[in-house]
């Protein structure tokens, strides 16, 4: 495996650079870590939205209140598994667990997205918080999530857009 320049390592892409080196596309696409996040990332925001809708329904209505809970604990233990498994794919690729430069902000906000849904599991553990208040803990890190899925799903679109070009280029 071919590693990143120091110069790489220490600064974050700017929307200009490519996203994945000739060799880092060659590992992305030869990576069993690839196929698990195109797996787990649909998942995880099917889980997201019926979760998000047992939240709201109990905020609305007081009614569900276990089965929000338990929604929002599925939900971050998915989190949890794809943000492994994504650290592992990013090794894979750019030869580090996280902050590789070409997804540096979407691994930064990564890192509010994870502090806020442990935070949830902190409340309900040591049963901080009223189960409303809990509610609303895990809706700002639904929030936090919708934003970086979206800095993900951006990344995406660059990375298919870069995949076309560079193939019809070759042809």
Known sequence: MTKPSQA??????SPADPLYTPEERVRRDASP???????????????FLISL??????L?????????????????????LIMVTGAIWEKDVYGRYLFAPAFFWEDVFSML?????????????????SLEQ??????????A?????????????????????????AA
């Open 8 to 13: 790489d390592q220490k600064k974050p892409a």
């Open 33 to 47: 870590w690839t196929l698990v996040q195109g797996v787990l990332a649909p998942l995880q925001f099917l889980v």
């Open 53 to 58: 809708g047992l939240v709201i329904r109990f």
């Open 60 to 80: 609305m209505t007081g009614e569900g209140g276990g089965a929000a809970t338990a929604s929002v604990v599925v939900k971050t233990l998915v989190l949890y």
């Open 113 to 129: 997205v994870l502090a806020l849904h442990t935070a949830y599991l902190l409340c309900i553990f040591f049963n901080w918080l």
């Open 134 to 143: 809990q509610m609303w803990l895990a809706l700002a890190a639904y929030a």
């Open 145 to 169: 999530y919708v934003i970086n899925a979206a800095q993900f799903l951006i990344k995406f679109r660059q990375a298919r857009k870069m995949t076309t070009t560079a193939d019809s280029g």
